[in-house]
């Protein structure tokens, strides 16, 4: 399943952007059904072209969107 890549504000450092993935995940524990998995990495992302590059080298699905996508500079 596709892994989605979505910028968030940091939970530590105010200001900070960092970042979170969400994956549907198959389970079969005597039924088959999804389960969501969800991780945050307080990896701080200085610019988009940073987040392009971490979502490339991941094979993440990078969500190009909101306050923290708009307040990140274009490199860095």
């Known amino acids: 399943m596709a892994t989605s890549?979505?910028?968030?504000?940091?939970?530590?450092e105010t200001g900070i952007v960092?970042?979170?993935?969400?994956s549907i995940e198959v389970v079969d524990?005597?039924?088959?059904h999804g389960?969501?998995?969800?991780?945050r990495y307080e990896t701080p992302v200085r610019s988009r072209a940073h987040a392009e590059e971490i979502a490339?080298?991941?094979d993440y699905e990078l969500f190009r969107e909101?306050?923290?996508?708009?307040?990140?500079?274009?490199?860095?």
């Open 66 to 76: 909101g306050a923290e996508w708009d307040s990140l500079p274009e490199e860095g």
């Open 18 to 22: 960092v970042y979170e993935t969400h």
């Open 29 to 32: 524990d005597g039924g088959v």
């Open 5 to 12: 890549m979505h910028l968030v504000w940091s939970s530590v």
């Open 35 to 39: 389960e969501v998995a969800s991780h």
């Open 56 to 58: 490339a080298e991941n």
